[in-house]
């Protein structure tokens, strides 16, 4: 078999030929792996050979060392570390020899493909004379070879974590690399492999950003590289900078007077990518001081890890005119452009971080910009000063803004009106939105919306919902926080009077030709959804008669046949908005028993209407028909059953799909909505289910997320079917105490492991108490026994490693009294020998949240129990926390007088 | 090595709503997961005060009323608002009521506070939408009126917000026409339930004297409020509050433990203590006024054993044997 000839013919346009080449490729690589690898090197390293078929042989390669889903890429590691010590060593041999080939699309291609076997084997200790050999290439003369090598180590830096290069080599590499950024290196693309090469080395330079000459060193190279002739290399310095910025973030003060006036001459002449960056910059310090305000509430102590250096408070006087200037920069057509991003949107932007990290302060300095620009006749003069008025609403307080809102308000309504420039309009809009959301809603001292001005407000934007679609969707965003603002309104709404023609107004711009533009369609199904949720009793009869309005729209998606895969495409997007809206709307008259009684009514119909919404996918379940099925369930309650028969396989399709994983977890939500809705009734679906449920958690395709509320469901099956359980305890048992045993341990590890542990125990804890709960009074009790040493040790692990969060402490304290309850005196023994139950009780008993000792005060009358056999009393209190005291009958004296 | 997209949001509302349509059902899961096992608990302890006793266990009987899952479930910042029965029924079950002081508690001295009682009459007063009511221990209304509280009446000066309310546990003093203000659960919007006694009280002196309650009534403040002394439970404070004298009529000392919160219904943390010296209305007097040799409690022994007080709500508060029953009382 010619190799050149296949890997040519994949690229053709005629799709047989293509096809029979992939089909010879594929049969290649399953008789004789290595051999497939060996040739598709020795093809990429082939001089002689056409760059098409050299490109597409590393590609192939490259593909055959890593792919984004995590089982795969084990998959591919595992397979590439098995193959023969020879085999491997000639094909990197191929790879490096390919860095000196005179094609530069062979070089870029062999540099990935190093990266992804030094990701590989890196870590394994294996390939340890690739940096040094690496390192003895940019010593050489020709300058594309020196290049390629260059960029082999910045693909390297991306693809291996610091950890597994020592310094010493790290070092080396950061010579070469600053080495080749060096004013002297005379040749251009040498130069800017350098200096993309260090944004990827950044990260290992830790040790080298701790030493100052070193770190001074770094810092000079880069910003003379933002200096360079070349348009490119200034882009990529700048890119190392922002990179710096935020990686090196306490090394900085002593450069920052320098990066300013770099940044600023750069934002103010240079070509707009690289402007574009030197922003960028500022954006990012704004969110590491952000991150850092946040974390320490301002509050520092000699013990916070990284002080604030209030660059952003510092440097505001010259950044803030530099950023304002930007504003004036607009493109005509930005609005209606998916994809823009120019020097106004970015200067905005940066404008609005501003804002947020330093509060009040930005305000008197971007008033004046305001004022000045906000009549002129210039559209750009116009809608620069409203961009710039929206961008300071978040960060600064409400006193502070109120004030101006107050005077701005009709002036804005008027423009959104009359204003003759759709993007001023736009941009009008869209502040009216960040108005309502920061400075409106129940939280607020003085309100912005009063009876005064409410009416004209929602005229306006209900008049500019008819507006060019990318104005209308910023309408549509206003009204969606206008409405949120009143959430929590209480039993009268001041939107009431208007409730009709909010809906009807919607509605239509649902209904719109254009709708499909900037996300119209969207944007007026989610303000609809938000107007339902912050309605009150009111207007529930409107909500009830929306459900009919939802439904007809849903079904006449139904109607149509023969879509072609664009038109499927729009139709599974409009459905899922549809089913959304549904959801919503049976949530919220599911919240109270008259609107409940009224929505179900219409319940055999919104349910035909879902299954048919799934009939028209073969292969998934549609994830928004599935979250509205389970509010259906809530609602419906035992009366689900009749549904069960036919929804049953679109349950089991949901448990089934690992690849959109969100399906899945929404589906295990959407098993425990039913289980609480049937109880026992769901019995004839159990086997199934649980099947699915057991092969999801042994899945390693499945993502890890969905395994935690997987053991919750486990817990309300049980608690569903009680003692039916029995079959399924062999089973559930083992599984849940493998993973009590994985979480147990989290010392060493990040935030965000030791998050999902909270999360994961708490999933094992959740089944735990349903299984408990739902065997008790049974016969069957003693069938737990067995299993209640390993609960209660792990209960004892857990206290013992002091990393709980509230949650899992209720949820632990609560499975503690469901053993003891359910186990009834079997359990006093076992609960005695435990080391730390009465601790971990205590404990409970005297915190603060009173989720958990409602939970503790619930264990310890349990407890009690078994401590004292002898016939006692229970004393109720009615109190606003249940106590129980035990006391001897004979001890109680009546003292009445 | 191409580079990197640096673009952010461009407005864009910071939202998804269907991230949102996704968390709130999780809440919502969540929350019926946690109703049904609570439900399954407190079937548990229907269950539990049962099992020891002897008698067959009876399904039926009537749990005692506990009003802690309303006042969880509802959060108090919003009872001002509330509007006739409802009101009614919320306030009926929401006062803090003391238990008989029958021993000394542990570190009275030091953890403690004591004051006075005012005789009279308990009740609820709270202040919202420009208007105050007073509601009694049954939730009835007692008065509707004009107060300098917060937000207690029209002409109070504009800048309070219509979030502004309060809600004080009070004693009416007929004699006086005054407000008696005990204990303080919201002032000025914000809820003191989950603050202990010591900073309510601290609270309660520092802001009602600043809103002008404890005035002379006028057109616009129709009843007096004023705030009774509270002492430190030493030597002292427990002489001032039992012999001192008070502008009021005494009945009764309370003795309230500095780090409780406000909780409803009968609490061990807030104690009564009356005697003849500092209460007339102590004891019971038969028809000549003589107060006879024992006191009489009348006590209700339910079908299953159980023993509760004739107050209102009951209190179960312990059950008899069946041997007892039978061979002591001649019930079988």
Redesign the interface.
């Known amino acids: 078999m010619d190799v050149t000839e296949v890997l040519l013919s994949a690229q053709v346009i005629d799709s047989t030929i293509r096809k029979h080449a992939e089909e010879t490729l594929k049969q290649f690589q399953e008789q004789n792996f290595p051999g497939f690898l060996i040739s598709l090197s020795g093809e990429l390293a082939n001089e002689e050979k056409p760059v098409e078929s050299r490109k597409l042989a590393g590609l192939i390669l490259k593909n055959r060392l890593d792919a984004k889903e995590q089982h795969r890429k084990f998959e591919l590691v595992q397979k590439w570390l098995s193959l023969d010590v020879a085999v491997k060593s000639q094909i990197k041999a191929c790879l490096l020899q390919t860095l000196s080939s005179a094609s530069s699309d062979a070089r870029s291609t062999a540099s990935q493909v190093i990266a992804k076997v030094a990701g590989i084997e890196l870590p394994q200790k294996q390939w340890p004379e690739l940096i040094g050999s690496l390192l003895s290439n940019v010593h050489q003369v020709p300058p594309h070879v020196k290049q390629a090598t260059l960029?082999t180590l910045?693909?390297l830096c991306e693809e291996v974590v610091p950890e597994v290069v020592d310094q010493d080599q790290v070092n080396k590499i950061l010579t070469a690399v600053v080495q080749g950024m060096n004013a002297n290196e005379g040749n251009i693309e040498v130069r800017l492999?350098a200096t993309?090469?260090l944004?990827n080395a950044l990260g290992f330079a830790q040790a080298n950003f701790s030493n100052d000459m070193e770190r001074d060193y770094i810092m000079r190279v880069v910003c003379e590289a933002t200096l360079s002739p070349e348009v490119?290399i200034r882009?990529?310095a700048f890119?190392c900078l922002?990179s710096i910025g935020s990686t090196y973030y306490d090394k900085l003060a002593p450069y920052i007077q320098d990066i300013f006036n770099i940044t600023s001459k750069a934002v103010r002449e240079d070509e707009e990518?690289v402007a574009?960056?030197a922003i960028?910059f500022w954006?990012s310090i704004c969110d590491e001081e952000i991150d850092i305000l946040e974390e320490y509430g301002g509050d520092f102590t000699a013990d916070s890890d990284v002080p604030c250096y209030y660059f952003i408070k510092q440097a505001l006087p010259a950044l803030v005119p530099m950023l304002l200037e930007t504003l004036l920069k607009q493109e005509e057509d930005q609005d209606q452009d998916e994809g823009?991003?120019n020097l106004a949107?970015?200067g905005?932007?940066c404008l609005g971080l501003i804002a947020r990290t330093v509060g009040d302060d930005i305000v008197p300095l971007v008033m004046p910009f305001i004022e000045e620009n906000i009549t002129k006749s210039d559209w750009r003069q116009r809608e620069a000063a409203t961009y710039a008025f929206g961008s300071i609403l978040e960060g600064p307080l409400p006193d502070k803004l109120t004030p101006i809102v107050n005077v701005a308000l009709s002036f804005m309504l008027t423009a959104l009106t009359n204003d003759p420039s759709s993007h001023v309009k736009?941009?009008t809009a869209?502040t009216l939105?960040r108005i309502f959301?920061f400075l409106h809603g129940?939280t607020v001292?003085?309100?912005i919306i009063t009876p005064a001005n409410c009416q004209q407000i929602i005229t306006v934007l209900l008049q500019s919902m008819t507006d060019a679609p990318n104005v209308a969707e910023?309408a549509c965003?206003a009204l969606?926080?206008l409405a949120q603002g009143y959430e929590d309104v209480?039993?009268t709404s001041p939107l009431t009077p208007y409730f009709q023609q909010i809906v009807q107004s919607l509605i239509d711009v649902t209904r719109r030709e254009d709708a499909g533009e900037s996300r119209l369609r969207t944007a007026a199904?989610?303000t609809l959804?938000?107007v339902v949720r912050s309605s009150t009793d009111e207007t529930a009869r409107l909500v009830v008669e929306l459900v009919q309005v939802i439904m007809a729209e849903l079904h006449s998606t139904l109607e149509t046949q023969k879509l072609s895969s664009d038109e499927r495409e729009k139709q599974n997007e409009l459905q899922?908005l549809l089913c959304?809206c549904l959801?919503?709307i049976i949530?919220k008259l599911g919240a109270s028993e008259p609107t409940k009684y009224a929505f179900m009514q219409y319940a055999d119909q919104v349910m035909t209407l879902f299954l048919r919404v799934f009939a028209c996918r073969s292969a998934t379940v549609h994830e928004?028909a599935m979250?509205a099925i389970?509010?259906l369930a809530?609602v419906a309650g035992p009366n689900f059953a009749k549904y069960m028969p036919d929804f049953y396989k679109y349950l089991e399709m949901g448990l089934q799909n690992f690849e959109e994983y969100?399906v899945c977890a929404?589906t295990v939500?959407v098993v425990?909505?039913i289980c609480?809705a049937l109880e026992d009734k769901i019995l004839p679906y159990c086997d199934g289910i649980m099947t699915l449920l057991l092969k999801d958690l042994s899945s390693n395709q499945l993502h890890r997320s969905v395994k935690p509320p997987i053991f919750?469901c486990f817990?309300?099956i049980a608690?569903a079917i009680g003692e039916n359980f029995e079959k399924y305890l062999m089973y559930a048992m083992p599984m849940l105490q493998s993973a009590a045993e994985l979480s147990v341990h989290t010392s060493g590890v990040d935030d965000e492991m030791i998050e999902y542990t909270n999360l994961l125990r708490n999933g094992i804890l959740?089944a735990y108490?349903?299984i408990f709960?739902g065997f008790?009074?049974s016969p069957k009790t003693q069938l737990l026994i067995p299993y209640a040493p390993h609960i209660l040790q792990f209960l004892d692990s857990m206290y013992m490693e002091k990393d709980m969060d509230d949650v899992v402490m209720k949820t632990a304290i609560?499975v503690l009294?469901?053993l003891a309850?359910t186990l009834g005196s079997n359990a006093g023994a076992l609960i005695q020998q435990s080391l730390s139950s009465k601790d971990f009780l205590n404990e409970c008993l005297s915190s603060e949240d009173?989720l958990i000792k409602e939970s503790a005060e619930?264990a310890r009358?349990?407890a009690a129990?078994f401590d004292e056999m002898s016939?006692?009393?229970?004393?109720?209190?009615?109190?606003?926390?249940?106590?129980m005291k035990s006391v001897p009958?004979r001890q109680?004296?009546?003292?009445?007088? | 090595m191409p580079p990197h997209d640096l673009r952010r949001p461009f407005k864009r509302a910071a939202i998804s709503d269907q991230h949102r349509r996704r968390e709130l059902s999780l809440q919502r899961q969540a929350q019926n997961r946690q109703d049904a096992q609570h439900q399954a608990r407190c079937l548990a302890q229907t269950i539990l005060s049962l099992q020891n006793d002897s008698a067959e266990p009876e399904q039926e009987f009537e749990i005692v009323p506990q009003p802690e899952e309303q006042a969880q479930d509802f959060d108090v910042r919003q009872a001002a608002r509330l509007r006739g029965s409802e009101a009614r029924r919320w306030f009926a079950k929401q006062l803090m009521l003391p238990e008989w002081m029958i021993d000394v508690p542990d570190r009275l001295n030091t953890d403690w506070y004591v004051c006075a009682r005012p005789a009279g009459k308990r009740c609820f007063v709270v202040s919202s939408n420009g208007t105050t009511v007073s509601r009694l221990r049954n939730g009835s209304m007692l008065h509707r009126f004009p107060s300098a509280l917060p937000n207690g009446s029209r002409t109070n000066n504009s800048s309070r917000s219509g979030q502004s309310y309060c809600i004080l546990d009070c004693i009416f003093h007929e004699p006086d026409q005054t407000y008696y203000v005990i204990d303080m659960l919201c002032w000025a919007g914000m809820s003191l339930y989950e603050c202990t006694a010591e900073f309510r009280f601290f609270w309660l002196n520092s802001k009602l004297v600043e809103t002008g309650a404890c005035n002379d009534p006028s057109p616009y403040h129709r009843y007096r409020f004023r705030t009774i002394l509270i002492y430190d439970c030493d030597q002292e404070g427990l002489k001032a509050a039992y012999s001192g004298s008070v502008p009021y009529m005494k009945d009764g000392l309370l003795f309230y433990n500095k780090h409780a919160h406000y909780q409803s219904g009968n609490t061990p943390l807030v104690l009564v203590w009356k005697d003849e010296n500092c209460s007339q209305y102590v004891l019971d007097t038969d028809s000549t006024g003589q107060v006879p040799d024992q006191q009489q409690l009348v006590l209700e022994l339910l079908d299953d054993g159980r023993l509760a007080t004739s107050d209102d709500p009951p209190v179960v508060f312990g059950c008899l044997d069946r041997d007892f029953i039978q061979k002591e009382l001649g019930i079988s």
């Open positions: 960029e910045g693909y492999a993309r090469a944004y490119k882009q990529a890119e922002v990518p574009l960056q960028e954006s823009a991003w949107m970015a905005g932007t736009d941009t869209w939105g959301e129940s001292e003085t309100p910023k965003g969606y926080f209480g039993s199904y989610e959804n938000e899922g959304g959801q919503v949530q928004e979250l389970g509010a809530y969100q929404v939500g425990g909505d609480r919750s817990g309300d608690l959740e108490s349903g709960q008790k009074n609560g009294g469901d309850d009173h619930w009358c349990l129990v016939p006692h009393v229970i004393l109720v209190l009615p109190a606003r926390r249940v106590v009958v109680i004296r009546f003292h009445y007088t």
